[in-house]
């Protein structure tokens, strides 16, 4: 994906710090936005997953720090439940001003109460997530219950949040108390879909079963099984990714041509973007969004095949699509075509018919199964087209590769 960075005034004129992560070719089919968990920040590595997968299927998403928090202006102590509802409605506003209305809201822990609430306000947004969220904001009290009667008596106190040290006054515990959830959830008005764990030691899975009794339908529930409420493992946040973007799609109203037309960039152009971290790497192809990645092996987290995969994979496709060409043209019995590659590098003197002779050559090992009442005539013949695939005789020939850089 493609991350930018860029800053939004609050509805207090404090500057709040945010990234935009954007398809790679900056060509979104529509606008999410994030709201992270309670003392988190935009960058928790669990909030760049989710935004990832859903870049990787053409969604946007700003994710930026609630006010007083991360990189954004402000003071924490000064801000409660309601100024976070405002910090997204805020978040909004810069959306739909300068690039499109969102369309996705996506809230974590007490960012999804926050975005339960500040949904009515944002009118551009059909969908609506949360993932581990209490079902009211005032649960987040008993997080603070040891220093409560301190903050009750003096009007402040400081306490431990995930190992940081914060400043909480009384009118935070105020701004709790008066959130009308349950209100909001009955009016939501909006397709909800609910994740949570049953193991979530922070939130109960009774939250989740609150919201979804109280909210009408459209409404989905999905269990996130083994995971914590961090959602620590990649593998939890980037499949709550994965759902989203396959589940937004119906309330998004977009037609597969439509969807398709909006992704591919200028015709005949594959684009393809790796980021800063690791090997995950992007593809859009035509309007079909791929992942190329690496072994963990290799140094990568092995979320898609590698690029030599790849290429096996298109000599493969192109073998069988060729084949099944073939022998529809001619009318012959065959029912389905298997083909089984394997890349590798030999070296030249082990290979008896490699034209080199020194150094190490590829070898593309390509095992073909068809299915089908065919003779042997025609089997051979079928043999003889698959190494006249063009992708196959692309690879026999001279291929030249013209490098440049973008100014």
Same mark, same amino acid.
């Given at each position: ?85 405002? $910090? /997204?409605?805020? #978040? ?12 996705? =809201? @996506?809230? *974590? &822990? ?64 105020? $701004? /709790?108390?008066? #959130? ?12 909800? =879909? @609910?994740? *949570? &764990? ?210």
């Amino acid at each position: 994906m493609k991350s930018e960075r860029i800053n939004f005034a609050n509805s207090q004129g404090q500057q709040l710090a945010a990234r935009l992560d954007l398809p790679v070719n900056k060509k979104p089919l529509a606008f999410a936005l994030f709201a992270h968990c309670f003392t988190c920040s935009k960058n928790l590595r669990a909030v760049g997953n989710i935004s990832r997968s859903l870049t990787s299927q053409g969604i946007a998403v700003l994710r930026f720090d609630f006010t007083g928090l991360g990189e954004s202006e402000g003071d924490f102590a000064d801000t409660n439940f309601s100024s976070n509802v405002a $910090d /997204l409605i805020s #978040a909004s506003d810069y959306l739909a001003a300068e690039y499109d209305a969102p369309k996705i =809201l @996506i809230g *974590h &822990s007490l960012g999804g109460a926050a975005v339960l609430q500040a949904a009515a306000s944002i009118p551009s947004s059909l969908a609506v997530c949360t993932i581990g969220a209490p079902c009211d904001p005032g649960h987040v009290a008993h997080l603070l219950e040891s220093k409560r009667s301190e903050i009750e008596s003096s009007g402040e106190a400081e306490v431990v949040l995930a190992g940081r040290k914060f400043k909480i006054k009384k009118q935070f515990l105020d $701004d /709790l108390d008066e #959130a009308e959830m349950k209100s909001r959830l009955r009016n939501l008005r909006k397709a909800l =879909l @609910i994740f *949570h &764990s049953p193991i979530d030691n922070t939130v109960g899975i009774d939250n989740a079963e609150m919201i979804y009794i109280t909210a009408r339908h459209p409404k989905s529930f999905v269990s996130l099984d083994t995971a914590d409420h961090l959602l620590s493992d990649d593998r939890d946040s980037l499949y709550v990714g994965k759902v989203i973007a396959t589940w937004a799609e119906k309330y998004l109203g977009l037609q597969e041509d439509e969807k398709r037309s909006s992704l591919s960039p200028e015709e005949g152009i594959v684009v393809v973007q790796t980021g800063s971290e690791g090997y995950y790497t992007e593809v859009m192809a035509n309007g079909h969004p791929l992942v190329v990645d690496e072994p963990v092996s290799y140094g990568g987290t092995d979320q898609g095949p590698s690029p030599y995969e790849l290429l096996s994979a298109s000599l493969g496709s192109c073998t069988s699509l060729t084949l099944r060409m073939y022998a529809d043209r001619k009318e012959w019995p065959l029912e389905a075509i298997t083909v089984r590659l394997k890349h590798s590098k030999v070296h030249a003197a082990d290979c008896q018919d490699c034209e080199s002779k020194t150094g190490k050559v590829d070898v593309i090992e390509r095992e073909i199964e068809l299915s089908g009442l065919l003779d042997d005539t025609q089997r051979a013949r079928l043999l003889e087209i698959a190494d006249r695939c063009p992708v196959h005789r692309t690879l026999h020939s001279e291929i030249v590769v013209r490098s440049t850089l973008k100014e």
